[in-house]
């Protein structure tokens, strides 16, 4: 439930399933006593959805007997006592998925061909998500992290360790042959493999990188790669390469919220300039204009933005939750739109874009 967003899961998720693809998305709550009815809620959501299953022609026995187990485990998997700010269940033909979003979701329940991904796909671009590299003499540990996320370790080809090292301290201080730590060449080959296996991570799920390791160790992996260069900060401490999570969130918090702030002035930045070159949309309907045209090259979202809407042909206009036709989470489904046209979407600190209407967007032409 707790499993981490990354590019490559949400290209899985967004590809083409057998029908039925079942998305249950629910709005859930982290305390008391608001989240007392998410258990009953999230019970009535995936009857609602067994018996849009059952009751479709269109999907043949076996697959409703599997969709609808599946759906069952699903809900088997879920932990509400560790509920953040949204849930999504997807179910298909053979797999299910579970995600807890600390982004809010519509009450929805679908089926289709495809998962309903656009607030999952909002939620990772809203976490502005992260990677800790934790380097010591001997190991180097690579963690996942993101706002309101506690960095976790990461698998694949992390963690690399430095081949032990056996030899007579004594007698090489004798004969004057002791190494430095971090400049001896069986340290280089351990710096050359973590220098690549950064490498492989940033190439799969690029990020903004921080370093955190002794100043030595940063100048020693300096000189066989790019990694530290292309860190967005360093942190001189040590022994963190094994965690815990918590510390290492400590050590990144100030740098953090300093590439934070310089990311939002760069995005107002550009809206100033784009309004002085007459290439600005501001408010919903203007930027999901834009957006369904593949003009914008930039959205820019309040954090916790939400709004309402309906398609009177011409415009999105207001609307009830309720209404016929009511998209409730059109936000979202800009932000997914965005990126699939080759946007940037950055999301910033509520009230900076209250003149614009709070969504505003830096258009291509």
């Excluded at 083409?16 to 629910?26: D, G, I, T």
């Excluded at 080959?189 to 799920?205: I, S």
């Excluded at 790019?226 to 740098?255: F, K, M, N, S, Y």
């Amino acid at each position: 439930m707790h499993q981490p967003l990354t590019p490559a899961a949400l290209a899985d998720l967004r590809r083409p399933r057998k029908y039925p693809a079942v998305s249950v998305l629910l709005p859930t709550h982290r305390r008391e006593p608001d989240n007392a009815q998410d258990a009953v809620r999230l019970r009535n959501l995936l009857e609602e959805a067994k018996n849009a299953v059952h009751s479709d022609p269109e999907v043949a026995r076996a697959d409703r007997i599997d969709v609808i187990g599946r759906l069952d485990q699903a809900l088997a998997e879920v932990d509400l006592v560790y509920a953040e700010d949204g849930l999504a269940i997807f179910a298909a033909p053979g797999e299910h998925h579970v995600w807890s979003l600390d982004r809010p979701v519509p009450e929805r329940v679908l089926l289709a061909q495809t998962f309903l991904t656009r607030n999952l796909v909002a939620a990772y671009a809203a976490s502005r998500p992260f990677w800790v590299l934790a380097l010591s003499a001997d190991v180097a540990t690579l963690w996942s992290g993101g706002r309101q996320h506690t960095p976790h370790q990461e698998a694949g080809p992390f963690p690399v360790r430095r081949e032990p090292i056996d030899f007579d301290p004594e007698h090489q201080e004798q004969i004057g042959d002791t190494p430095s730590i971090f400049n001896d060449e069986d340290t280089r080959t351990f710096l050359r493999q973590v220098t690549e296996a950064v490498g492989a991570v940033q190439a799969a799920d690029p990020r903004p990188l921080y370093l955190v390791a002794e100043p030595e160790a940063v100048s020693a992996l300096d000189e066989v790669g790019p990694v530290a260069r292309d860190a967005v900060a360093h942190i001189g401490q040590g022994g963190l390469a094994g965690g815990p999570g918590e510390a290492l969130a400590r050590a990144v918090a100030d740098a953090d919220r300093e590439r934070d702030e310089r990311a939002v002035a760069e995005v107002l930045d550009d809206l100033d300039r784009a309004r002085g070159r007459k290439a600005f949309a501001g408010g919903v309907d203007e930027v999901w204009q834009s957006v369904s045209e593949g003009r914008a090259a930039l959205v820019a979202i309040e954090d916790g933005y939400r709004t309402t809407v309906r398609d009177d042909g011409d415009h999105l206009v207001p609307a009830g939750t309720e209404e016929r036709g009511a998209r409730d989470d059109i936000v979202d489904e800009i932000a997914e739109q965005a990126l699939d046209t080759g946007a940037r979407v950055r999301f910033v600190p509520d009230g900076h874009l209250a003149d614009a209407g709070h969504i505003a967007a830096v258009l291509r032409y």
